[in-house]
């Protein structure tokens, strides 16, 4: 997503930046509330969430990737030494600083994305912005955003996280309130439309890339004991999906 929609030429309208936003939102309410085997809360979260980590269908899809630095509640993982995970432009403060990061570290990061599609940049345009934030100031907002879909971004990006959204489900909501202004119709098919029209040499249905096999292979069980339980992945064909 991240090459298309922060193009100048290419840019997503703001009505669908907001269904994009409103997807992910979803997605990650997903992630948030998934529990164990005894349903107990895993406390996933993602601290990449940005463009390039958003993936597109030809059909319209929006979907969620790369939970490669996700942290979970039962996950031990020492960060001391090794920096802030994820990409600064994105990056909640407290995450940045290395502190306590829950879901609404996540909701600051869709804030951030959001302004991004809409805009070209995340207010988070620098280290001078990060600094001014990370010593008590608000972000700066562009006024290029809708007064609406500013108000739902101010809150998400606020610097204190018990100031922001509760919850990707709340920020979903918002952003349900503000979509039928900006987008009317069915969004799926809007951004259907718009890939059909920025496909230019890129992969399609009749040349598919390899991502498109990536993306479409089932995890199969294939042994459970006392050890753990070890999977095997199937393509769409029968076939192990490429590696990479």
């Known amino acids: 997503l991240c090459r298309r929609a922060l193009g100048s030429a ?3 309208s703001p009505g669908l930046a907001i269904h994009v936003a409103l997807q992910v939102a979803h997605a990650l309410d997903h992630a948030h509330r998934a529990q164990d ?4 809360p895993l406390g996933i979260v993602h601290r990449d969430v940005s463009p390039s980590n958003v993936l597109l269908s030809w059909d319209g899809d929006v979907k969620l990737s790369d939970f490669g630095i ?3 509640a039962n996950r031990v993982e020492r960060t001391q030494g090794q920096g802030a995970k994820g990409k600064l432009d994105y990056m ?4 940045a600083l290395q502190g306590t990061v829950d879901q609404r570290a996540d909701v600051f990061a869709l804030g951030c994305m959001v302004h991004a599609l809409v805009t070209g940049s995340s207010p988070v ?4 912005s990060f600094t001014r934030m990370a010593m008590g100031e ?10 609406a879909l500013a108000t739902v971004v101010a809150r998400a990006v606020r610097r204190a996280p018990e100031q922001r959204y509760g ?17 009317p119709g069915d969004g799926r098919a809007v951004l259907r439309s718009w890939l059909a029209n920025h496909r ?10 390899v991502l498109d096999g990536l993306l479409d292979v089932q995890l199969l069980l294939q042994t459970e004991g006392a050890e753990g339980r070890s999977f095997t992945l199937r393509g769409p064909d029968g076939r192990a999906p490429v590696a990479v």
């Open 200 to 209: 230019g040499d890129g992969p399609s249905p009749d040349r598919p890339g």
């Open 138 to 147: 608000e972000l700066q907002l562009s006024e290029a955003l809708s007064p």
């Open 92 to 95: 909640a403060p407290e995450q």
């Open 167 to 183: 919850s990707a489900a709340d920020m979903a909501g918002a952003l349900s309130d503000i979509i039928g202004e900006a987008l």
């Open 37 to 40: 085997e005894d349903g107990r």
């Open 10 to 12: 290419d840019r997503l």
């Open 125 to 128: 345009q620098d280290l001078t």
């Open 70 to 72: 996700a942290l979970a």
